[in-house]
């Protein structure tokens, strides 16, 4: 075998194969005979161990041919009659049939008639007015499909957290006001806390789904209504980005929630484990294939229990061994926002943010910190503090932390120059209570450089926080490049605390080098990097984020009593040479 298929990549070529046979006009019973092979093998146990016994043909709905071809998908990766399909039509067609209100009869037309075998034919087309000369295409059919491509474009183009989740907040309080709606919950991505989003996905419950659906898409914010129906509907907002929504009964809402939460790759590997238990599971409830009974679970904890799991938190459900380690009972208890008690990273007028010195302060103690720290920028930003700014800044921060009771530590976001020193001299960052320390320029540098760069930075016994350490930006930049390992180990052998910058543009360190990094036993800080009062909710995702990554309370800086943040940047400072 050349390399193992997944289920779900075997039931994915499956599916091309179904909708490409439909295409090209083969009957209906013969392309859904894919359809249905697709469904029972994304239900099925791994496909390697059911060929491996023979007992293919045993499956649901697994004839001789659809064996065959799957047998040959198994070996090869891909098979002969798929290759013939592709050959025949281009792969692009499939981007054509994703476009809502192009359905299959009209892609047939439009490719016979017009060509258009892509999405840009089709934008080209619709253009050039085309689509006119199709028999039985209306004004009405043309227009849903001119918003089908908007929307298609929308999807494609994934919309930051940052974005997405206060729209999803507030399209759930306009249903709670406006309609019989309960239990309104952002799932999918948003709830998973994905960087970046391709829609918005809002479950609730209801007895009455019919004004509720109404009341969604009535919403004065929506530019189109993509699609509407008995229980489920779509909206898209100005830009492009696309909202769905789905009503249950209550009784359902755990298996609803559950099953719309995602991930795709969670659900699938929960399925694969149902089914060795006989069970099936849906958005409509868990199904015992022993005796047909229907279990429907009111909570999340219950369905997970049904399948003898603890419950996982949602951002952690994205099949990477979340699964296993809630069936082995070492399911970590992730850190929350309860847990936190200061974040270290703000900015005032003093560099770059909009707000004072006080109101920052006033915010933070608001949002009942123990302490947190002010830190502005170095010289090296253009509008940063030169050292008599920073000593001035440091008599007023006191100051301040006692007016408000909290403990305001001076602090200064120092730039990591491109030799790995530091733009402050050790005499001044020994005045400071704790440092955050970033790279802001000098990104041309290559792999090697930066490596050394961010190690050096790492074993500057003043430096107690490495701030958002890869530079990414979740849309156009996926970070420098360095060696992360050897600074991970760096960070943990000097005692650098790594912080998860909450800014929804960095969302960095990205959770899966958080992840990374916990296993050389590096310690967090999860920051607001607030450049403005209302920013410091920002940490909200710097927490979505660590809890993406597994990270416990323990291993967080800012989940420490202000003693132990203390203890830690002292320790350091106490080691001589590190
Ligand atoms: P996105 O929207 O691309 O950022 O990612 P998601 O995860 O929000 O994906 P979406 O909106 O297509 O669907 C939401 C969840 O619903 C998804 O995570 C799992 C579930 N779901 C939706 N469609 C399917 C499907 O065809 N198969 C399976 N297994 N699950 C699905
Ligand atoms: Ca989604
Ligand atoms: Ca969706
Ligand atoms: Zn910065």
Redesign the pocket.
């Known amino acids: 075998m050349a390399e193992t298929l997944t289920n779900a990549e075997i039931a994915r070529q499956l599916k091309e194969i179904r909708t490409l046979m439909e295409f090209a006009g083969e009957p209906f019973f013969k392309f859904m005979a894919y359809e249905r092979a697709a469904e029972t093998i ?1 239900n099925a146990a791994p496909l390697a161990d059911v060929l491996a016994g023979g007992r293919l043909q045993e499956l649901p709905g697994v004839g001789k041919t659809i064996a065959a071809r799957i047998g040959e998908l198994c070996e090869t990766g891909t098979c002969g009659y798929l290759e013939e399909l592709r050959a025949r039509y281009p792969s692009t067609l499939l981007e054509v049939l994703g476009v809502g209100g192009v359905g299959m009869k009209t892609a047939q037309m439009l490719f016979e008639r017009l060509g258009v075998a892509s999405l840009a034919d089709l934008e080209r087309a619709l253009a050039a007015g085309a689509l006119a000369e199709i028999p039985r295409l209306g004004k009405k059919s043309i227009e849903n499909i001119r918003r089908g491509v908007l929307a298609y474009v929308g999807r494609a183009k ?1 919309t930051p957290l940052g974005t997405a989740l206060p729209l999803a907040h507030e399209i759930v309080a306009f249903l709670a006001a406006s309609a019989p709606a309960h239990d309104l919950t952002p ?4 709830r ?1 806390n ?1 960087p ?4 918005i ?1 809002i479950v609730c419950t209801s007895d009455e789904p019919e004004p509720v659906i109404a009341a969604f898409v009535g919403w004065e914010r929506a530019a189109a209504v993509l699609a509407e129906g008995g229980t489920k509907a779509s909206i898209w907002l100005a830009g492009g980005l696309q909202i ?1 929504l789905r009503v249950l009964p209550a009784h359902v809402y755990g298996n609803l929630l559950q ?6 790759e969670h ?2 590997q929960l ?1 694969e484990l149902a089914v060795r238990k006989n069970l099936r599971v849906s958005e409509n409830g868990i199904v015992d294939l022993n005796d047909g009974r229907l279990i429907t679970c009111r909570t999340e904890a219950e369905v997970y229990a049904a399948l003898g799991l603890l419950e996982i938190p949602p951002e952690m459900r994205l099949g990477v061994g979340e699964i296993e380690a809630a069936r082995d009972g070492s399911l970590p208890h992730v850190v929350s926002l309860a847990d936190i008690r200061g974040d270290f990273h703000m900015h005032t007028r003093w560099s770059d943010g909009s707000d004072t010195l006080e109101a920052m302060v006033a915010a933070a103690a608001a949002r009942g910190y123990e302490y947190h720290s002010i830190s502005d920028h170095s010289l090296g930003r253009g509008r940063g503090l030169d050292p008599a700014d920073l000593r001035a800044q440091r008599a007023s921060v006191r100051a301040l932390g006692e007016r408000y009771n909290i403990h305001t530590l001076c602090s200064a976001e120092v730039d990591i120059l491109p030799d790995g020193s530091l733009d402050y001299d050790d005499a001044l960052l020994a005045e400071l209570d704790i440092v955050v320390a970033s790279v802001h320029a000098g990104h041309g540098q290559s792999r090697d450089e930066m490596t050394a760069r961010l190690i050096r930075a790492c074993e500057n016994r003043y430096v107690s926080i490495i701030g958002h350490p890869t530079g990414r930006n979740v849309e156009t930049f996926a970070g420098y490049e360095f060696d992360y390992d050897a600074v991970f180990a760096a960070a943990a052998r000097t005692g650098t605390a790594l912080e998860i910058d909450g800014q929804p543009s960095r969302l960095d360190l990205p959770s899966a080098l958080a992840r990374r990094a916990r296993e050389f036993g590096v310690t967090f800080a999860c920051d607001s990097d607030a450049h403005g009062s209302a920013q410091l909710s920002n940490i909200a995702y710097a927490i979505g984020q660590a809890r993406r990554a597994w990270i416990t309370p323990a291993e967080v800086l800012n989940a420490r009593p202000l003693a132990g943040v203390l203890a830690f940047v002292k320790t350091k400072r106490g080691t001589v040479p590190i």
């Open positions: 994304e994934r799932a999918g991505s948003v998973r994905e970046l989003v391709g829609d996905d769905d099953h719309f939460t995602g991930s795709r659900n699938i399925r």
